[in-house]
């Protein structure tokens, strides 16, 4: 059975960083593109990053651009995602998620979920 545990989230000042770490059981990771997805305080879930299946294709949401940066160690079946630059609008619950494709970024394309990871950003 496919699995995946989120880890890393906390409470951090602004302007710090934290690392999320996103490990899978019960799959090949090199078969499975991910998406970082965030839940903010009553809103929507929003994708924030994904990565292929090999780690050659990123992208991010303009509001993370240049201060996220997802990577991936299929060695050990585990997606980062680093955060740099914490801003108190980036506080919410981080889930990832993994898709049986090359490369996806759509919240539907996404079929195993974790169950995320809090963090929160204040001072």
């Known amino acids: 059975q496919l699995q995946l545990v989120e880890s890393g989230g906390g409470l951090v000042q602004p302007g710090g960083s934290l690392r999320l770490s996103c490990e899978g059981a019960?799959?090949?990771?090199?078969?499975?593109?991910i998406g970082w997805f965030h839940q903010a305080p009553e809103k929507e879930r929003e994708v924030v990053s994904c990565?292929?299946?090999?780690?050659?294709?990123?992208s991010y949401v303009d509001s993370v651009r240049g201060r996220f940066t997802v990577s991936r160690d299929n060695a050990k079946n585990t997606v980062y995602l680093q955060m740099n630059s914490l801003k108190p609008e980036d506080t919410g619950v981080y889930y990832c998620?993994?898709?049986?494709?090359?490369?996806?970024?759509?919240?539907?394309?996404?079929?195993?979920w974790g169950r995320g990871t809090q963090v929160t950003v204040s001072s």
């Open positions: 998620a993994a898709a049986r494709a090359v490369y996806v970024c759509e919240e539907g394309d996404f079929r195993y």
């Open positions: 990565i292929s299946s090999s780690g050659g294709s990123r």
């Open positions: 019960g799959f090949t990771s090199e078969d499975y593109a």
